[in-house]
């Protein structure tokens, strides 16, 4: 054993001095490059492919978010629509013999029957209800739990003819309803619209009906929307004038999104307006955030839905770190099983090796290799000891016949010595 270990040393020693390289480093040198490039790859692979999965997942959530909250305010303002066409033309039926006050009850009962009109009234055209009156326009609101009535705006000072709804319902046709963009009242600190439905006689237009709308619920149905840690959303008539946003005072001065003093957030404003629904993205004072947004039909006003981007790459950067770390344990785990197969193959060929070295000098005392393997190694190694045996057994049959061939040639010179000795004796 001593000896074996002694040539071992002394072969490795001589392969340093030449300087050849061992098979483990041979291994380490060819395989674990391509192991870290693979292992690099399939990181980077698989980051992007979970980049993009969480992105559309995220993009679907949001458009699911929108959808859903676009639905549910259209749903009431659709309400409110119906309300009013059903108003004017209870009107356009009954106006040439009903008094006001019988149009007061069905209006009130109107007003309180729903959550967001806070007040309605009928528009008559110049002496359509009454000869003798060029403006024919009473209000009723709600005062708390009461209906009150007014004329304060039938009178040529407010001069219903030229304001919005009423332009506006006179181009309408008649079983429609418009819904005004949003605007600011003063008097009650609250975001307001005007739903107008015209009035027809004989197919002749003759004045409108309108309702107020406080959008006080739509406001608590957009500020309630949260999605993730931070993600909010905000409001947008449909040209581009704030209804709901975190900022409030952006509300009560009318500011509109592409007058917005942060200049990347009226550029985005601009892709929402332009668009129906989509993505697009601003920076904010320390943040970048995607701009997620959809159209409400009907209104054309702008659901939309703020998230910081660096929420949104979280998961993905986790994600990430992650990969690497697996990938840095793969590596190791890989450089340590090639480091022990080249062990392996090291230990054996020196075996190998060691073993051929002694036949290849004459000695045939040395045991055979242990050949128990069924790869290449353990089948070369099988063939070694093959030879070993062959060429024992040849030389071994040498060496019994060269003793035998020299007993011979003892005995004949013995022989050889007694007949001389003999002759000898005989010329004696």
Not at 286 to 308: C, D, F, H, Q, R
Request: net charge negative; proline share 2%; aromatic share 8%.
């Amino acid at each position: 054993m001593g000896n074996d270990k002694t040539k071992k040393q002394t072969g490795q020693t001589q392969a340093k001095k030449k300087g050849g390289m061992g098979i483990r480093g041979q291994m380490l040198i060819k395989l674990l490059p391509t192991v870290v490039i693979a292992t690099i790859i399939l990181t980077v692979v698989s980051a992007i492919n979970s980049k993009n999965t969480i992105n559309n997942e995220i993009q679907n959530t949001m458009k699911s978010e929108l959808q859903s909250n676009s639905n549910e305010i259209n749903a009431d303002l659709e309400i409110v629509r119906s309300q009013a066409i059903n108003l004017a033309r209870e009107v356009s039926i009954y106006y040439k013999s009903t008094p006001m006050d019988v149009f007061k009850i069905s209006f009130s009962s109107a007003i309180k029957s729903s959550s967001i009109i806070n007040g309605a009234g009928i528009w008559f055209e110049p002496n359509a209800y009454n000869a003798a009156e060029r403006y024919m326009g009473p209000y009723w609101y709600k005062d708390g739990d009461n209906i009150v009535e007014t004329w304060e705006y039938s009178n040529a000072e407010y001069d219903y003819f030229s304001q919005e709804y009423y332009t506006n319902a006179a181009k309408m046709k008649e079983g429609t309803a418009e819904i005004t963009d949003p605007y600011y009242d003063e008097s009650s600190k609250t975001v307001m619209a005007t739903c107008s439905a015209p009035i027809f006689s004989n197919g002749q237009y003759i004045g409108c009906v309108t309702c107020d709308i406080s959008l006080d619920t739509m406001v608590d149905i957009v500020s309630s929307i949260k999605v993730g840690e931070n993600g909010t959303a905000m409001l947008l008539a449909s040209d581009g004038t704030y209804i709901y946003t975190d900022d409030n005072e952006k509300v009560q001065n009318g500011v509109n999104i592409k007058d917005d003093e942060n200049a990347s957030l009226a550029k985005a404003g601009e892709d929402v307006l332009a668009n129906e629904s989509g993505l697009t993205e601003y920076k904010g004072d320390s943040e970048t955030y995607n701009l997620y947004y959809a159209t409400i039909p009907g209104v054309n006003w702008k659901l939309m839905i703020k998230m910081p981007l660096s929420e949104i790459n979280a998961p993905v950067q986790k994600l990430t770190i992650i990969l690497i770390i697996v990938a840095a344990i793969a590596v190791i785990v890989c450089a340590i099983v090639i480091i022990l197969i080249a062990n392996s193959l090291s230990k054996t060929l020196n075996r190998v090796k060691a073993f051929a070295g002694d036949l290849a000098k004459g000695d045939f005392t040395v045991d055979k290799i242990n050949a128990k393997g069924k790869d290449e190694l353990g089948l070369m190694s099988g063939s070694l000891n093959e030879m070993y045996e062959s060429n024992r057994d040849v030389i071994s049959r040498i060496s019994t016949g060269s003793a035998n061939v020299n007993d011979s040639s003892q005995r004949m010179n013995q022989v050889a010595t007694e007949l001389s000795e003999k002759f000898g004796d005989i010329h004696d």
